[in-house]
């Protein structure tokens, strides 16, 4: 092959690969766009669908059923992972991002509990299990997506991408009820306001759609594919042969999860309802502290490329146990500077936890069985420990008056994902695409 061709041919993997990160980013920017709408829309929800005197049991039921949704993510994650290894990466990717983007704009169209009573939380309800039931399958087969596209080499700083994605999400699912809390009158954002946030994820998901029908599917599959050894029964497999990995998997994302959803989810109504921050001094940092990862994230992804993934990761849950005291202290002080500066000590140790995370846990396991085990993996622990993070917090900062205890929680959960993570195999170095284990020249091919 000539130097030209070879050029060609590195071009046009590129542009392969740009569009694979941009289609896998993008389904989940738009399910953090919808957890970040549900954040800061919580007690507009509360208050159309779950009526009450007291405003805190509104607080409280919008988040319940925030949790009773993550519920379904096992069994989303048990249907569309081993579907993911017998049918293809991509195929059930469009589904995930068309099942998620579509719920969420139908709640932006759902009548409230005034108007048909009872049968408003039923279908608000419904359209939150549709949705977690489909994010069963989408962060894990966006993350066995870019893996299995990304060079062995740079895999860490490719994987980054999707959690840039999320953050990006999540910006955005902030940024807009925050535009609209603070433009429109207080009777407008409850009357009609809260709606916009939630039917703005239409557009989103039609684009993630259009860029997922296009895109092939991974190498990796493809290879399984031709040499006819796609996983028969993915799920089985699973189960005898890499059991304990996915235990570690699961372990490692206890903290990844009640990190995830207490600064990224929790936090605005922690600032408002329980510190009583005004609006702005809430809104501001929040928003500030997601610029923060956004800059640090590649960066992370790209060192941990170069150091390992261990190194980064115990980095992050030593952070996590040292920082949130000093966080929370800064942050129970009320004013928009010191509330970033805690947020921002919060984000140090949790950007080091998502930043390597796509290059990393995919990499756990072999391609016949991948998106199952991640899936599986991952959604098990998050219905357990992430949706259920508001809740958690929110139940025993209201029963106890102990406004530190979401740092303690942090902190726990660090002590916790220590372990698996010290048991984790360093996977910076192992090849995807031919489940080789890793040798020299893997690492410098």
């Known amino acids: 092959m000539t130097s030209q061709e070879r050029t060609g041919t590195s071009l046009e993997e590129r542009s392969l690969l740009r569009r694979a990160i941009a289609a896998a980013a993008v389904g989940n920017c738009t399910e953090w766009y919808d957890f970040g709408v549900y954040a800061y829309v919580a007690s507009y929800v509360g208050a159309k669908f779950f009526p009450s005197d007291d405003p805190a049991v509104q607080t409280l039921s919008a988040f319940g059923v925030f ?9 989303g994650s048990f ?8 049918i293809g990466r991509q195929k059930v990717l469009a589904v995930t991002i068309l099942l998620m983007a579509g719920s ?31 994010t069963g399958g989408e962060y894990g087969g966006a993350a066995t997506y870019i893996a299995e596209f990304a060079p062995t080499r740079h895999r860490g700083f490719y994987g980054s991408f999707l959690e840039f994605g999320t953050l990006v999400g999540f910006a955005l699912g902030a940024s807009v009820p ?63 042969q890499q059991w304990r990995q996915l235990l570690i998997l699961m372990g490692i994302v206890i903290v990844i999860n009640i ?38 994230i590649t960066p992370v992804g790209a060192l941990s490329d170069r150091i390992g993934r261990k190194p980064v990761f115990i980095s992050a849950c030593v952070c996590l146990i040292v920082l949130p005291i000093p966080a929370f202290m800064l942050i129970a002080q009320g004013h928009t500077i010191t ?52 809740l958690v917090n929110e139940s025993v900062v209201q029963s106890t008056g102990n406004s530190f205890f979401p740092a303690y929680y942090v902190m726990g959960a660090a002590v916790i994902s220590l372990i698996p993570v010290l048991l984790m195999k360093e996977t910076a170095r192992r090849p995807l695409s031919d489940d080789m284990p890793p040798t020299t020249s893997a690492s410098t091919a």
Not at 70 to 75: G, K, Q
Not at 228 to 233: F, G, L, P, R
Request: charged share 10%; aromatic share 10%; with cysteine.
């Open 67 to 75: 949790a009773i949704s993550f519920l379904l993510r096992p069994l």
């Open 79 to 86: 249907f569309f992972g081993p579907l993911g290894d017998r």
């Open 104 to 134: 969420t704009f139908v709640i932006g169209l759902l009548p409230e509990y005034g108007k048909i009573g009872v049968a408003a939380p039923v279908l608000f309800l419904l359209c939150r299990m549709v949705q977690g039931f489909s």
């Open 178 to 240: 925050t535009v609209l809390i603070l433009t429109l009158p207080d009777q407008a954002m409850t009357d009609w306001g809260w709606r916009i946030p939630f039917l703005v994820a239409g557009p989103l998901g039609a684009i993630g759609l259009y860029l997922r029908r296009k895109l092939e599917d991974t190498p990796a599959f493809k290879n399984l594919e031709a040499t006819h050894n796609v996983a028969k029964s993915p799920l089985k497999t699973l189960v005898q």
């Open 259 to 296: 990190a995830n959803y207490t600064i990224l989810t929790y936090m605005e109504t922690y600032l408002q309802q329980t510190l009583h921050i005004p609006k702005t001094t809430a809104l501001l940092p929040l928003i500030g502290v997601i610029v923060i990862m956004l800059v640090l």
């Open 339 to 390: 509330t970033l500066l805690g947020l921002a000590l919060l984000g140090i140790g949790h950007v080091q936890l998502i930043g390597p995370l796509a290059a990393t846990l995919p990499a756990l396991f072999p391609t016949k069985v991948r998106y199952a085990a991640f899936c599986i993996g991952y959604n098990i622990s998050t219905s357990l420990f992430g949706g259920t993070a508001p």
